[in-house]
């Protein structure tokens, strides 16, 4: 049957080495485009093998979040200072009329509408990691969609 959501796959065990692979593949930090690719086949193995992919899945989801809204971030300057080769494939690459803004061209809201006070933490991420996450959310719950069909048969 082509097509059919018949669940046929040998599933192992969370302990299996594989796992762990996987899982530093799709937490490791990486600006390319092809991150998307490779962590959209992640999902898809885990999904395919594993007895328990939801319970993966949340792991890597909870450090995904930790690290796109992690306040320990360097400051922009002293990683701009650093010479870093150029990834033809970096998700960095400007667009024609495309604006970049610096974090010193924008002011905080308490600046303008009175202080309340000086020391409050700055809730800026970086977009890249925040597009990461994002995407192994949504695609993880596609799968787990389907995954709840094939127990439910």
Known sequence: MTG??????????MENPIFHKLQ???EMPCRSQDWFGVAKQVIN????????PDVLCNKII???TQRAFSQDRKPKDTAESQPVEK?????????????TWDLHDITPP???QGTRGSAKS???????????????VGHVAIKQIV???LVER
């Open 122 to 136: 700055q809730d800026m991420g970086d977009a890249l990691e925040l597009s990461q996450l994002l995407f192994v």
């Open 110 to 112: 308490e600046a303008t």
């Open 45 to 52: 193995i885990i999904y395919a093998l594993s007895e328990h």
């Open 147 to 149: 995954f709840l069909e």
């Open 24 to 26: 530093a593949m799709i």
């Open 4 to 13: 059919s959501l018949l669940d046929k796959m040998l599933r192992l065990e």
């Open 62 to 64: 909870k450090q995904l």
């Open 87 to 99: 990834d033809p494939d970096a998700m960095d690459k400007g667009h024609p009329g495309d604006v």
